[in-house]
């Protein structure tokens, strides 16, 4: 009885542990998204036209945005570990165990890759300011194809994987962990937006969807007891 008492107290602070790392992660995201279109107004992507990417990037104000954006990549860390307990606790199978693993491997990744598209940005910033704005393109073209195209990949993987498990577990509501495996479809998509040329307005549905299980998963998991 005391065993089963102390593995609850301990799967609620992992729960809430995650979820205070994801709603804190979420808030991150406004900031930058939110504080760089009012900065710079819309982003640029899929593109070659140097005056247009120089133009964007011209404003300083763009840094500090950037650079809290380090808080999302060390929250997201926290949430990774903590959700990854919160599901290994009420794991049954090998199968279950193998999902939460495979989902805390893959979305461990995003944080190396993260810091390098912050630094991507802030480069650019950089460069602009320089006459010649020798490189920029070619730090615009690894941005925009790290973080619009590839990285997307990372996403489809950990989302799948830990959404899944929690579907089998049970450890998250039920709506909620079907949003989190319909995510991974659009996800998949965007991954060809830039191959394709589409434009990149056809992310902000499945952004949309995604920032709605962020939210939703962060305050079921905060309120979990």
């Not at 102390?6 to 205070?20: C, E, K, L, T, Y």
């Not at 140097?50 to 011209?58: D, E, F, G, K």
Request: cysteine-free.
């Amino acid at each position: 009885m005391y065993t089963t008492a102390v593995d609850h107290s301990v799967r609620v602070v992992s729960a809430r542990w995650a979820g205070w790392g994801l709603l804190v992660s979420f808030v991150s995201l406004l900031i930058i998204h939110g504080g760089a279109q009012a900065v710079a107004g819309q982003r640029v992507s899929g593109t070659s036209d140097v005056a247009a990417i120089a133009a964007y990037y011209s404003y300083h104000g763009l840094l500090p945005l950037y650079w809290q954006h380090g808080v999302m990549v060390l929250t997201f860390f926290a949430f990774v570990v903590a959700f990854r307990r919160y599901l290994m606790d009420m794991a049954r199978t090998t199968l279950d165990r193998v999902l939460v693993d495979l989902g805390a491997l893959i979305a461990a990744a995003v944080i190396p890759l993260g810091l390098a598209v912050l630094g991507l940005q802030m480069a650019m910033v950089q460069v602009v300011d320089t006459p010649s704005q020798d490189g920029l393109l070619g730090l615009f073209a690894a941005w925009d194809w790290i973080y619009n195209s590839t990285f997307y990949w990372l996403e489809v993987g950990w989302m799948a994987a830990f959404n899944l498990a929690a579907l089998r577990l049970a450890a998250l509501p039920r709506w909620i962990a079907v949003l989190g495996l319909i995510v991974p479809l659009f996800h998949a998509f965007h991954t060809s937006v830039l191959m394709l040329g589409l434009s990149d307005q056809l992310t902000l549905p499945g952004t949309a969807l995604f920032m709605v299980w962020f939210v939703a998963t962060g305050v079921y998991l905060v309120k979990r007891s």
